[in-house]
């Protein structure tokens, strides 16, 4: 069974940056697309942005595309998300997920989810 572990969160100011890490234990992530999705206090659950397996495809939501960036290490089992130019409206818990499905952006396709790591930009 994959467990998936974020890690990177934190505050920062708008304009700033962060990188968030999704790590594999218990299994692997071979095959696998993965997925960065973020929930804001009150919102709904909402897609960000997915890497196809091995690494070939992305797929991004408009809101951060040409700001955030996938990618994944697949030697070390783990998935990048860099986020630059931060504005106050990224501040969310941000999850990574896991599934077979691509594309997809749709949150019950991915059948494997991490605990989320939180990330607050300041104005």
């Known amino acids: 069974q994959v467990q998936l572990v974020e890690s990177g969160g934190g505050l920062v100011q708008a304009g700033g940056s962060l990188r968030l890490s999704c790590a594999a234990s218990?299994?692997?992530?071979?095959?696998?697309?993965v997925g960065w999705f973020r929930q804001a206090v009150g919102k709904e659950r909402e897609f960000v942005a997915a890497?196809?397996?091995?690494?070939?495809?992305?797929d991004y939501a408009d809101s951060v595309k040409g700001r955030f960036t996938i990618s994944r290490d697949n030697a070390k089992n783990t998935v990048y998300l860099q986020m630059n130019s931060l504005k106050p409206e990224d501040t969310a818990v941000y999850y990574c997920?896991?599934?077979?499905?691509?594309?997809?952006?749709?949150?019950?396709?991915?059948?494997?989810w991490g605990q989320g790591t939180q990330g607050t930009v300041s104005s």
């Open positions: 997920a896991a599934t077979w499905t691509w594309p997809s952006r749709a949150r019950g396709a991915y059948g494997y």
């Open positions: 218990g299994g692997t992530l071979t095959t696998l697309n």
């Open positions: 890497v196809r397996w091995p690494g070939s495809s992305t």
